[in-house]
């Protein structure tokens, strides 16, 4: 069928063929309210285009959306969804005791994840970064710990959903009076589903302090990694 002024037959390929040289379509308005609202209480079906006119905030949940891969995703950013990444920085000591305790956070460095994701971390579990996508993660930390005496050792981990992936240690060998500062770092990439929790974890065998003294010693970094770059 051919929707025009001036007739004629529709295109060959098309079940609607809209041809105007002074007006433009109208989809439906929508209040989009994040990228896996509903419509009528029902999910969409794939392919679905609506304009929504929710431009508070940033104006992220504004404008022309398609129903891609059970979410809504804006024209000209559709092609591929943000990764998720975060960066957590410790500024306040922290006293960790004999066995294994998390590191906590309180601030965020940086981070980017996709319109309408629930934050990766937040203050009420400052230890903790969920994963809401999933995919494979490059995780980073490190940790700074104060006067590590004569065979007192301490050991950082990252966790995945309660279970040591990576670690690493020191242990002082010199003087058993003479405590060295030390910050201890680690790497690994894991593969997470939705809904996984990434911890950083402390263990001493004698009460001890974390210790960033301001310098941004004590992080932790998880990122997404692309799985379609074009």
């Given at each position: 069928m051919k929707i025009a002024a001036s007739g004629g037959s529709p295109n060959p390929g098309a079940m609607l063929d809209v041809e105007s040289n002074d007006r433009g379509f109208v989809p439906p308005r929508i209040y989009l309210t994040g990228s896996f609202m509903q419509l009528n209480g029902t999910t969409p079906t794939e392919g679905t285009v609506i304009f929504s006119n929710n431009w508070s905030g940033d104006g992220s949940?504004?404008?022309?959306?398609?129903?891609?891969?059970?979410?809504?995703?804006?024209?000209?950013?559709?092609?591929?969804?943000?990764?998720?990444?975060?960066?957590?920085?410790?500024?306040?000591?922290?006293?960790?005791?004999?066995?294994?305790?998390?590191?906590?956070?309180?601030?965020?460095?940086?981070?980017?994840?996709?319109?309408?994701d629930t934050p990766m971390w937040s203050q009420a579990n400052p230890s903790t970064v969920f994963i809401w996508r999933k995919g494979w993660y490059f995780v980073s930390a490190s940790c700074?710990?104060?006067?590590?005496?004569?065979?007192?050792?301490?050991?950082?981990?990252?966790?995945h959903k309660r279970n040591q992936v990576t670690a690493v240690g020191f242990n002082n060998n010199g003087y058993g009076n003479v405590g060295n500062n030390v910050t201890l770092n680690t790497s690994t990439m894991i593969y997470c589903e939705e809904n996984d929790e990434i911890n950083l974890s402390c263990y001493t065998e004698d009460t001890a302090t974390i210790f960033p003294s301001g310098l941004l010693t004590t992080q932790m970094s998880v990122t997404q990694l692309p799985t379609n770059l074009f």
């Open positions: 949940l504004g404008g022309l959306f398609v129903w891609k891969n059970s979410q809504w995703g804006r024209f000209g950013e559709s092609v591929r969804t943000p990764t998720s990444y975060i960066k957590l920085i410790k500024n306040n000591d922290q006293i960790v005791y004999p066995g294994e305790q998390d590191v906590s956070f309180d601030q965020v460095s940086t981070r980017q994840q996709p319109i309408g700074r710990m104060e006067y590590v005496f004569m065979n007192k050792p301490r050991y950082i981990s990252i966790m």
